[in-house]
């Protein structure tokens, strides 16, 4: 008799699943497979979340770093000469003549004279330009500037070519300068010890371009690049 009553409570506890459980298991089954579908979602929406702030980080940093590292615009001057006084200028009074060979200039660096019929193309040079082909350049109105490169280099020289204007100069080292930089147009010089000198941008305003030099605004380009032309 025992045995069958406890035959008679187990299927009382363990019968048939009704439909009532049945709706309610199918329920609580779709509900868990939600909740990990939404977990899923913010698992991947967080994933998305770091990729794009990272590289949003990424961009903002490359921005930042072409603005700082972008080299300076070419500092703009007025062409043509003011008669403004700048202390310390040079003046000589040199003829001028296209000549074969090296010459022996009374100044050095030159500040014009007899000079190579081909021109220096304008521009920065690392190396000394050969001094017969950049006075024709400043016959054509060009300013030469020549520096020492063992007292002008990094930040100095940095300093020096945000100066220059985009046309009409030539930058050069030059050997035995008895001063850091020298400024020279035609029959002009100026001697300054730091690219910070104020009288570098003065001397570009007042000799840049010249109507004073023989041959104003000939070309300056498309002659002869000297050894290292950057």
């Known amino acids: 008799m025992p045995s069958n009553r406890s035959n008679s409570t187990n299927r009382s506890q363990h019968g048939p699943v009704t439909v009532k459980q049945q709706r309610e298991q199918k329920r609580q089954q779709k509900l868990a497979k939600y909740q990990k579908q939404l977990a899923k979602r913010r698992r991947s929406k967080l994933v998305w979340w770091v990729v794009g702030s990272t590289a949003a980080v990424v961009i903002i940093g490359l921005v930042v770093a072409s603005v700082v590292l972008a080299p300076l615009p070419p500092r703009q001057y007025e062409a043509g000469s003011e008669g403004a006084t700048i202390e310390g200028v040079q003046t000589f009074e040199n003829t001028a003549e296209h000549v074969a060979g090296a010459v022996q200039y009374e100044q050095s660096p030159p500040a014009g004279g007899p000079h190579n019929a081909v021109w220096l193309n304008c521009g920065i040079y690392d190396q000394p330009v050969p001094n017969e082909n950049a006075v024709h350049s400043m016959e054509h ?71 004073n030099a023989p041959e104003p605004n000939a070309a300056c380009t498309g002659a002869y690049d000297a050894p290292g032309k950057q």
């Open 141 to 211: 109105s060009a300013v030469w500037v020549t520096y020492n490169p063992d007292e002008v280099a990094g930040e100095q020289l940095g300093t020096l070519k945000s100066l220059l204007p985009a046309t009409y100069v030539v930058l050069s080292p030059y050997e035995g300068l008895d001063a850091p930089i020298v400024m020279s147009n035609w029959n002009q010089q100026l001697k300054v010890d730091s690219a910070n000198d104020e009288r570098i941008g003065a001397f570009f305003e007042e000799y840049w371009r010249s109507q």
